[in-house]
Structure formats: structure tokens, C-alpha cells
């Protein structure tokens, strides 16, 4: 791949962006390798965690504005299509998928970020949707996401004012999970990876698929899809054998099975 680094190791993925000299924007070439590369992971079952992050000191500066520029309204929708088209993959993935902030998050990188679900950041990260200070909406599902994460008022304020945020204000509302020093993340970052590793990757799986399938439903409904996956753990042999080990008191390291 041109633009895009992948590293596996101990059932945990890396991706990182690698357009450096371009901030990691995201161009069409780039788009294209994510989506190929996220049909690759999510085939491929001993993956447990996937990490997303950023070469140098950008995560992702945003999509690629020289190439957008001259674009048509019908190649600009072709355009949305395809970047919502690889974040709902990256929602949709069967494991958990961590966003490793180390820097610039605007635009497609903030999008990008929403889109995983845990969000790690750096204190130099920085967050923002500055489309519209361009003559456009946000395109990669900010208008969306956001607001799910940080609340309606909070949402409209930032992508109505392209007003970007710094890590601090991201954490306190809701936008992060943590902040770390720069030279702390990959350290701090690996070890979250590794603790959602070690535990069933099957349960896992299924409560990411609980939560996102009755995130927008009422209670009635939303409960449904929890009792569909509870009931699934019990055709695993990952419960079976935890939960004995459990019982007697043994370490046991789970199979995926």
C-alpha cells in the first residue's frame, strides 16, 4: 500500500497513515487502501483490537482539499459516499477499534475518530470541523456522530463556528476517553489494547454489537438485541471453559472459539 502502514501482533492491528508531508489527509488513493484493508481485518478472526493512528504529528489533518476543490456536486456526493462508506466500516467492524490521537484531528480525522470506538489522545491533539469556514458541511458523517458523542448544543457549536479544540476541552466533554503526554501514548494505547484483548474476543464482539445495535432505539427494543448476544456466548466454548476456570479457581487464556 502507498499510504497506509499495517502491523499485527499478540491478535492486536495497527493502521497508521502514512502521508506525512500531507498531514495523513485522506485522498481518494488513501480512502481506497482503508476500505480494501478493512475487508482484510474483518475476515480475519485472530485480530481482537485494531489501533488507527496517525504518521508524524498528524492523526488525520481532514480530507484532501486539493483534490476536492475542483470537484462537482456530482462528484462530490460520489466522494461522501465513498468516505461514509469506509467509516461505517470501521463502525461496523467485528472488534473493537481504538483512535490513537497523536495529533491533528480535522475534518475526516475527527470524522474518522468518531467513527472508532474508543478515542485515546495526545495533550498536542487537536480537534475540529472547520468545513464550513471552506463553503461545506462536514461530509464523513460529522453531522451525525458528534452529536451522539458530545450532545446537540455542543455539536452545532463546534461545526457551526470551525472552531478546533484542544485535548483538554475534547476530554471534558466527552469527545476522548483519556489525554496522555505524547511520548506516553503508544505505551498507554497498547496497554488498553491489550487488556479488551485478553478477555473473550466472542463477548467482546457481541457487546459491541448490543451496544450499537440498540443505541438508537427505545429501552423495549434495545434490551432485545443484549438478550440475542447473551444467549450467543452460551454456544461458545470461551464461556463454557471461563467460566469453569472461574469456578476453580484457575487462569485460563481464552480461544476465540
Do not use: W
Not at 495526545?122 to 468545513?131: C, D, I, N, R, T
Not at 479457581?249 to 472459539?257: H, T
Request: aromatic share 8%; proline share 2%; with cysteine.
Amino acid at each position: 500500500m502507498e499510504n497506509i502502514l499495517f502491523d499485527k501482533k499478540d491478535h492486536i492491528a495497527t493502521i497508521t497513515i502514512n502521508r506525512p508531508k500531507a498531514l495523513n489527509a485522506l485522498n481518494t488513493n488513501t480512502l481506497d487502501e482503508l476500505d480494501s484493508l478493512l475487508d482484510e481485518i474483518e475476515n480475519d478472526e485472530d485480530i481482537y483490537v485494531l489501533i488507527i493512528t496517525g504518521e508524524g504529528r498528524s492523526f488525520i489533518a481532514g480530507a484532501d482539499i486539493a483534490e476536492m476543490v475542483n470537484k462537482t456536486k456530482e462528484e462530490a456526493e460520489i466522494y461522501g459516499i465513498k468516505g461514509n462508506d469506509v467509516f461505517r466500516k470501521i463502525e461496523k467492524l467485528h472488534c473493537p477499534v481504538i483512535a490513537k490521537v497523536n495529533g491533528f484531528a480535522l475534518g475526516g480525522g475527527c470524522e474518522l475518530a468518531c467513527a472508532c470506538d474508543i478515542r485515546i489522545a495526545s495533550e498536542k491533539a487537536l480537534f475540529g470541523q472547520p468545513e464550513v469556514g471552506l463553503g461545506i458541511t462536514p461530509g464523513f458523517g460529522g453531522t451525525q456522530r458528534l452529536q451522539r458523542l458530545i450532545g446537540l448544543g455542543k455539536a452545532k457549536e463546534m461545526i457551526y463556528c470551525a472552531r478546533n479544540i484542544k485535548a483538554d476541552e475534547a476530554l471534558r466533554i466527552g469527545l476522548v476517553n483519556s489525554v496522555y503526554k505524547l511520548e506516553e501514548l503508544d505505551e498507554e494505547v497498547n496497554k488498553l489494547a491489550k487488556i479488551i484483548a485478553s478477555n473473550a474476543p466472542k463477548a467482546v464482539s457481541f457487546s459491541k454489537k448490543a451496544i450499537d445495535s440498540g443505541r438508537e432505539k427505545d429501552i423495549e427494543d434495545a434490551v432485545k438485541y443484549e438478550e440475542k448476544y447473551f444467549a450467543e456466548c452460551f454456544t461458545t466454548s470461551d464461556q463454557k471453559n471461563g467460566m469453569k476456570a472461574f469456578l476453580n479457581k484457575e487462569k485460563f487464556e481464552f480461544e476465540n472459539k
